[in-house]
């Protein structure tokens, strides 16, 4: 019994076995073909994003030398800001050790400042250094713990805090002017007392006193005057002190000429009828 070849193309007269056979070597070859772009596909992707992950590392390594590069000039900073900070502190010691009102520029100025009729019979200078009371401990800090003393060589324990270096805190002066004098009136009181009120050196200038006294038979005004250095003060703002002489000018006179100035001379009125 044969078997009938239903085809839908036009009828072959070549064998069936021969056309199938065909057929399967034609998708054969297309197939490989296929598999083959899609291999070289694949590979060209693998290729190509191998590539870009070599630059990426090549850019991150850069990266990373860059930034261990910039971390050592970030502490070299850090070392350097440490520097000036302990610079600073030791300036503002040694700033707070020295007088920024030299004594000789003071007594220029309380001498520039005192009227010819009065005299001055003393002036003290007394400094006291202001406590300063002592930083707060950091919020959350241990009391009543026992201190570790560490021994040369040694280390703090695991989980100790390390000891900080204490931080040296500039000390602090204040002094105190006490101005003590004779004068022919008050009136000559009144102005120096305005005058040093005026000097850049003092302040809280205030009269403590007037009373009357008696020199060499003379009637004078004694006063006394307080003042405080203003710790801010700056010498250069002083005018130039005039040449002025801080002694009796009656010293080096004959006795005859000492008569005739007397207790006058002090106050610059030598030769004056009285």
């Known amino acids: 019994m044969s078997r009938g070849v239903t085809r839908s193309g036009p009828a072959s007269f070549l064998p069936e076995d021969y056309v199938r056979g065909k057929d399967e070597a034609r998708w054969n070859v297309i197939s490989l ?3 083959g772009v899609v291999m070289v596909a694949v590979v060209s992707a693998f290729v190509l994003t191998n590539r870009r992950w070599q630059s990426v590392r090549a850019d ?5 030398v860059e930034f ?3 971390a050592v000039k970030i502490e070299a900073l850090k070392a350097l800001e440490k520097q000036r900070v302990e610079m600073m502190d030791k300036a503002a010691v040694v700033a707070a050790l020295r007088d920024n009102v030299p004594r000789s520029v003071l007594m220029a ?4 400042a005192k009227p010819k009729e009065a005299t001055l019979t003393e002036i003290k ?10 930083p707060a401990p950091a919020p959350g800090a241990q009391k009543g713990k026992p201190v570790v003393s560490l021994k040369p060589g040694t280390t703090a324990p695991s989980g100790e805090p390390k000891p900080e270096d204490t931080k040296i805190v500039p000390p602090e002066f204040k ?4 101005v003590e004098g004779v004068s022919e009136g008050n009136d000559q009181i009144a102005d120096y007392l305005a005058r040093l009120k005026a000097s850049p050196l003092l302040k809280n200038v205030e009269l403590q006193f007037i009373s009357e006294t008696t020199l060499e ?7 006394r005057i307080t003042a405080t250095l203003d710790p801010d003060a700056d010498a250069s703002a002083v005018k ?4 002025t002489t801080l002694f009796d000018e009656t010293a080096s006179l004959t006795p005859d000429e000492k008569a005739g100035k007397g207790l006058w001379g002090l106050f610059g009125m030598g030769g004056q009828e009285q």
């Open 217 to 223: 038979g003379l009637k004078l005004r004694k006063f």
């Open 109 to 112: 100025e309380l001498w520039r």
């Open 125 to 134: 200078l007394a400094g006291e250094r202001v406590k300063i009371a002592p």
């Open 33 to 35: 073909l296929l598999f």
């Open 240 to 243: 130039e002190a005039e040449e």
């Open 60 to 64: 991150q390594g850069q990266i990373r």
């Open 68 to 70: 261990e590069e910039e």
């Open 175 to 178: 002094h105190m002017l006490t």
